[in-house]
């Protein structure tokens, strides 16, 4: 991968505006001006660690969340993400100083509201470029791609390009085999999003991958209570009686085995509680991981239309040809069945 590292020489504020050779649009159409050549990345967004990452620029990433630099699995694929300074608290803030410091050459954020856009004027007044992306469903990682790539340069829009063909791809192979399930036989399935009474409906990230994996997902009209999540009663969800609950926490499934309010429930008493697979992050999130969410999901809920389809190679397959990166068989296991 290409790259300097967290400790290289901060550019002057004065260098890198006077230096913007390019203009390419964010995910909202704005124009981000940026320098010939993409150095240093910040970005408090936790999931675009790993697009960027795939587009071969993780070793660029200079300003981070204390989330990603803290993982493992994120540190053996990118080891210079352990000097990475903490740019801001995930999505929800930015640490101005911080990034005034280490002086990156743009700043990725999620959506066009939160607290980083807020701060663009003034980051763009010292030469940090600020991109905002929609997010919320599986075209908007794709898109999200393409548009990193395009800004970033290089290698990354052949990388983008090929990303988003495996991702055609991938849909095709799952539309083809779903689409001759009927209606009757589809499974009904609860997704525990960080806590077991905390979920998402239409429309969303976890719907479109429920979408693509034949599932029904039983919180798809539940009203939402803040951005695309919603707070779930045990009533309704006992009332809606899920085949399978996945679950991102793998602590959340063993919670909802113990909790007695939860015994009565279909996907409890037949043991079919999911824990969602994690690499460099939650393969359920805003994450260019995603692509394999829904392939487990279908392999999970209809095994008996996918028995050509092995998940280990897959997973093992996908790693290498994004990521340039071999995975060991505890790795696979460790990715496919997370332990708390």
């Not at 003034?122 to 794709?142: K, M, T």
């Not at 779930?232 to 926490?249: C, G």
């Not at 392939?295 to 790693?319: C, G, H, K, N």
């Amino acid at each position: 991968m290409p790259g300097v590292s967290a400790a290289a020489a901060v550019s002057s504020p004065s260098g890198s505006a006077s230096a913007a050779a390019r203009v390419c649009p964010d995910g909202y159409g704005r124009p981000v001006r940026l320098p010939a050549r993409i150095g240093r990345i910040a970005t408090t967004w936790e999931a675009q660690n790993a697009i960027v990452a795939m587009l071969g620029f993780g070793d660029r990433i200079v300003a981070t969340t204390r989330h990603v630099r803290g993982m493992p699995v994120f540190r053996r694929f990118v080891p210079g993400i352990a000097q990475a300074v903490i740019a801001g608290d995930g999505e929800r803030g930015v640490n101005l100083e911080t990034l005034y410091s280490v002086h990156p050459d743009i700043l990725f954020v999620a959506g066009e509201t939160d607290e980083p856009s807020a701060h663009r004027a003034q980051l763009e007044a010292v030469g940090i470029a600020v991109a905002g992306f929609r997010y919320g469903s599986l075209e908007a990682i794709v898109e999200r791609t393409r548009l990193t790539a395009d800004m970033l340069g290089g290698e990354a829009p052949r990388r983008a390009r090929a990303y988003e063909a495996h991702f055609r791809h991938t849909m095709a192979r799952l539309a083809r085999r779903i689409d001759r399930i009927p209606a009757v036989r589809r499974v009904t399935v609860y997704h525990a999003m960080g806590s077991p009474l905390a979920s998402s409906g239409r429309p969303s990230l976890n719907q479109d991958w429920m979408d693509a994996a034949g599932a029904i997902n039983v919180a798809e009209r539940w009203p939402v209570s803040g951005q695309d999540r919603m707070t779930v009663s045990i009533e309704r969800l006992l009332a809606a009686d899920p085949d399978v609950i996945v679950v991102m926490i793998p602590g959340d499934a063993e919670a909802i085995r113990n909790d007695s309010r939860w015994q009565g429930m279909r996907a409890v008493k037949n043991g079919r509680i999911l824990v969602n697979p994690r690499g460099m992050f939650w393969w359920c999130r805003e994450t260019c991981e995603a692509v394999l969410q829904p392939l487990w999901l279908a392999s999970q809920l209809y095994p008996e239309m996918f028995t050509d389809i092995d998940m280990r190679t897959e997973t093992r397959d996908f790693y290498h040809r994004f990521f340039c990166y071999r995975l060991s068989d505890a790795d696979v296991t460790a990715f496919l069945y997370p332990a708390a």
